[in-house]
């Protein structure tokens, strides 16, 4: 479950949204996969919000090659405090991803998947709870990546996936950011719970949307559902 996701905002617009120490160096995207850079805001060891673009695909500082990071791009919420992989990142590297919606897709038989866009009914910006990480490879060059916090699918996801994103609202921010040691814990898995299913709406899409190489604003654009026999 999303596996995809659009960030299609301008700098200004992210800068003032999630009170940025300076607008972000980014274009608008539109159909965002694994392994690709996507932006993470993240507090600073000086104290200031920043975004900047990170692997999407954790790899533990720990490991010894980048070759699991596309196996890693969600960290179930009921275990994020105990594997090995998510622990160290859930206490002390916690960010946000700002998005303007996702894609999830719907199995109708054996040949026809139904791609959705799920973005809030007045279209504004979302933040996906996230954890980051430092790895330094072997030449000592430095990557920095990161894995999207997935929950319990609400009602409106579970018509067709079991699993979410877990979004934050605004007055979960600063807890979620805050990098103070040691952290609270039980406060910050109990922000790890789905959204009110009248936060988000879903729209249908073209199948356009299927190759990760599609990249432009078509992704985005309504579709209409094929008609049935019912």
Not at 123 to 139: F, K, M, R, T, V
Request: glycine letters at 4%; a negative charge; proline letters at 10%.
């Amino acid at each position: 479950m999303c596996g995809r996701i659009n960030l299609t905002a301008l700098p200004p617009e992210l800068a003032e949204y999630f009170a940025l120490f300076r607008e972000p160096e980014w274009s608008p995207r539109y159909n965002l996969g694994p392994m690709q850079q996507i932006l993470v805001i993240r507090i600073k060891p000086d104290g200031v919000r920043l975004a900047e673009p990170l692997q999407w695909g954790l790899v533990p500082r720990w490991a010894k090659s980048t070759e699991h990071s596309a196996q890693m791009v969600m960290a179930r919420c009921e275990t994020i405090a105990s594997k090995p992989a998510y622990s160290e990142p859930f206490r002390q590297h916690r960010g946000l991803i700002p998005i303007n919606g996702f894609y999830e897709w719907e199995q109708w038989d054996s040949k026809t998947k139904q791609a959705w866009h799920i973005h809030t009914p007045t279209g504004s910006l979302l933040a996906l709870a996230a954890i980051w990480e430092h790895w330094q490879a072997p030449d000592g060059s430095l990557l920095e990546s990161c894995a999207v916090i997935t929950t319990q699918a609400n009602e409106l996801m579970a018509e067709f996936c079991d699993r979410m994103p877990v979004i934050l609202p605004k007055e979960a921010w600063d807890s979620w950011l805050d990098p103070e040691q040691p952290p609270n814990l039980p406060k910050l898995s109990s922000l790890l719970v789905p959204c009110a299913n009248e936060s988000l709406i879903r729209t249908p899409v073209s199948s356009y949307v299927n190759s990760v190489s599609h990249d432009s604003p078509e992704c985005i654009q309504p579709a209409q559902l094929p008609r049935t026999l019912f």
